[in-house]
């Protein structure tokens, strides 16, 4: 069974940094596309940074670009979201994927096309994140 865990959400004031984890079970992410979204309530999901398994690229959104960083650790089989200078507006429920049918050719359309990447097959259940003082 293909699966994928997200921890290390929480309650964080503004300014404040978390790391997000995506361990998978079941398959290797070193073969795969990776992506970590998130969903605020009332809004639609997105895209925030998205890294290749092939080439080492990675795309970040707008809103997060020089504050977020995405890594991956090989041998824990674990996606990383490494979030800086928080603000109230990354507050949302954030998810991983795995893009197992390789549906994207690039990180920058796996993060931004929309109507792709929400069928995407393996998806972690989603961490909280609240950036609030």
């Known amino acids: 069974q293909l699966q994928l865990v997200e921890s290390g959400g929480g309650l964080v004031q503004p300014g404040g940094s978390l790391t997000l984890s995506c361990q998978a079970s079941?398959?290797?992410?070193?073969?795969?596309?990776v992506g970590w979204y998130r969903q605020a309530p009332g809004k639609d999901r997105e895209g925030v940074s998205c890294?290749?398994?092939?080439?080492?690229?990675?795309n970040y959104a707008e809103a997060v670009k020089g504050r977020f960083s995405i890594s991956r650790d090989h041998a824990k089989n674990t996606v990383y979201l490494q979030m800086n200078s928080l603000k109230p507006e990354d507050t949302a429920v954030y998810y991983c994927?795995?893009?197992?049918?390789?549906?994207?050719?690039?990180?920058?359309?796996?993060?931004?096309?929309?109507?792709?990447?929400?069928?995407?097959?393996?998806w972690g259940q989603g961490t909280l994140v609240a950036v609030s003082s």
């Open positions: 994927a795995a893009d197992v049918a390789r549906r994207f050719v690039t990180v920058e359309a796996m993060c931004t096309m929309t109507d792709e990447f929400t069928n995407l097959e393996v």
């Open positions: 079941g398959f290797s992410l070193d073969y795969f596309g």
């Open positions: 890294s290749s398994n092939s080439d080492g690229s990675a």
